[in-house]
Structure formats: structure tokens, C-alpha cells
């Protein structure tokens, strides 16, 4: 088995539960103060309990943008220390993940306005009531998300033609070994090749035609 390295990304999802030990009543200015761009959505305090009945502990929903990738677990240290006092360690923070379906419509699940949470027909929140730290700007990310994608695939190509890369699982086990080198994860890698089957298969062809004349340069 392939050791896994910690996936790195810069766009994370976080939970905080309002009632958990350590939560302190001035968490809103130590959110700011941890200087990166937060988005933390009104407190959702009427999910339905489906199992049980009635509503599931209140709770925010919360977006963090770090400014270079990082790890889900740098971010989760980063918000406790940040929520923690000398006294008491905060323990309120819970379900640190890199975002999936992509910023925008995680930022429209802070209140349920999402396809997803609309379809489960969930409790819509007022998005007049989503707080904002450090400058968060939606609009930046997602016009950001698209053009690091374009950028990152331009590297993925570049590899891919240097180091005569002749199938996806070479471009895996690359990045698995270098990827931290080049800002590329796999989970990033499999986003900027995504509908671009045809042009990979050309692409993995041409250098595997390139090995066999003996060409290649082994670096970029």
C-alpha cells in the first residue's frame, strides 16, 4: 500500500458548536484576529433530528481561506489555539474538511440556499445573518478557484511532458512523492484534469512515444 500523505488544500469547512467546553463569548474577535479570511454562517438551530426527532445541537457552519495550501488539521490547531484561553482549551471546533463541491455553493449551504440542502429541503437561514472576518470575498475565491486550476494544470502538462509521465498512476505516484514541490495533491490534480479525458490520453501517448525515441528531460 501507497503511503497517503495529508492531503493540502486552501479552502476548508469547519463546524462550532456554540454549547461545547471552552467556547468563549468573545469568539467572533479571536476568529478575526487569526488574520485569514473566515465566513461563518447564522447559527443553525433548527436542523431536524431525522433519528430522533426534534433539532440537532445548534451549531455555525464555517468556511476558512488559508493563504497556501495547508492541512485540515493545521486548521482545526490554528482555530483552537485561536478559540482557546490560558485557562481553558476550546474544544467546540469539530469536522475540519477541505470544501468538495467547490466554494460557492459551500458558502450557499451557510444557510441552506445550496442544491443539495434545498433538495433536502432544510431550514433556510437568514443569509443577512452570515458573519464575515478578515475580509472574506466570495467572489474572489471563486474567480481565484478557477484560475489556479487553469495555472495548476499548466504544471500538470509541464510534468507530465518532462518527466515522460505515460499514465495516470505515474502522475499520481508523482505527486504522492513531489506534489508539496509544485502545490498540486491529488485530489487538486484529478480537479484540473476533470473533463479533459481525450487531451490527457494524447497527452500520456505522446510521452510515452517520446520514452521509447529516448527523448525527455527530467525537469521542467
Given amino acids: 500500500l501507497y503511503h497517503m500523505a495529508k492531503e493540502k488544500d486552501r479552502f476548508f469547512t469547519f463546524l462550532l458548536y456554540p454549547d461545547g467546553e471552552g467556547f468563549p463569548q468573545d469568539w467572533e474577535t479571536r476568529l478575526e484576529m487569526i488574520g485569514q ?95 464575515h472576518f478578515s475580509c472574506f470575498d466570495l467572489s474572489r475565491y471563486v474567480v481565484l478557484d478557477t484560475e489556479i486550476k487553469g495555472e495548476m494544470f499548466n504544471v500538470v502538462v509541464s510534468i507530465i511532458r518532462a518527466y515522460m509521465l505515460e499514465n495516470i498512476l505515474d502522475l499520481y505516484d508523482f505527486v504522492e512523492e513531489n506534489g508539496e514541490t509544485y502545490g498540486l495533491t491529488i485530489k487538486l490534480v484529478n480537479e484540473v484534469i476533470a473533463g479533459k479525458t481525450g487531451f490527457m490520453k494524447l497527452l500520456f501517448d505522446g510521452a510515452y512515444q517520446r520514452k521509447k525515441r529516448g527523448g525527455g528531460n527530467g525537469h521542467i
Fill in 37 to 131: 479570511p473566515i465566513a461563518v454562517s447564522p447559527l443553525h438551530d433548527k436542523d431536524k433530528d431525522k433519528k430522533n426527532g426534534g433539532f440537532i445541537k445548534p451549531h455555525y457552519h464555517g468556511i476558512y481561506v488559508a493563504n497556501s495550501p495547508v492541512t485540515a488539521d493545521s486548521v482545526r490547531n490554528k482555530i483552537k489555539r485561536a478559540l482557546s484561553s490560558e485557562t481553558e482549551e476550546c474544544r467546540a471546533i469539530a469536522k475540519v474538511q477541505i470544501v468538495q463541491k467547490g466554494i460557492e455553493n459551500c458558502y450557499l449551504y451557510l444557510t441552506h440556499e445550496s442544491k443539495d440542502a434545498i433538495e433536502k429541503k432544510k431550514h433556510v437561514y437568514n443569509k443577512a445573518d452570515i458573519k
